[in-house]
């Protein structure tokens, strides 16, 4: 009987069926795939209920490019620091801290990267909506000082986190 963690036979995540989906969109970006192919793959891996079928979607694609941090990676003290860094630092910098942070750090951190990316779409966000609203929006950055510090908390457990009604632009 094989018990270990990764055993083909085991049920899925949403966790893991995202983890798939965005190696495929990787790849897709990259041009390893075709459109159709892309379209069949993601069916698949949405509809994957156990992990053998999850690693037959991606199981030709071979490694990410290299130099670039495993998603599935154990998170460290330091990542979890980093993560609430990049949240506590978008008040400050808007946009800024939490960008440098996403090119430096997430590059060895896919948990530090993802935390720094949606601390930049948050950020860019607000940013967005004070432009939008001729300066009225600054109103909301009051708000998003709390929002920002209860993400930089989150980020501290070693949870993912993300900002509810923000435009998802940076990936």
Do not use: C
Not at 59 to 81: H, I, Q, Y
Not at 143 to 158: E, F, I, Q, Y
Request: proline share 5%; hydrophobic share 50%.
């Amino acid at each position: 009987m094989n018990s270990g963690y990764a055993a083909p036979e085991l049920r899925v995540s949403d966790a893991e069926r995202e983890s798939v989906v965005e190696r495929l969109q990787e790849a897709y970006a990259e041009g390893r795939l075709e459109h159709s192919e892309f379209d069949m793959r993601m069916h698949l891996a949405m509809t994957s209920k156990t992990r053998g079928d999850l690693d037959a979607v991606t199981r030709d694609l071979g490694a990410g490019p290299a130099g670039l941090a495993k998603p599935g990676a154990p998170v460290t003290g330091e990542d979890r620091v980093l993560a609430a860094l990049a949240h506590g630092l978008g008040v400050p910098t808007l946009f800024v801290g939490p960008l440098v942070l996403m090119l430096t750090s997430g590059k060895r951190s896919a948990y530090v990267r993802r935390h720094a990316a949606e601390a930049v779409n948050f950020q860019l966000t607000l940013l967005l909506v004070t432009i939008v609203t001729f300066g009225l929006g600054a109103v909301v950055y009051a708000v998003a000082w709390a929002v920002a510090a209860v993400a930089a908390v989150v980020g501290l457990t070693g949870e993912p986190f993300r900002y509810p009604w923000i435009l998802r632009l940076v990936k």
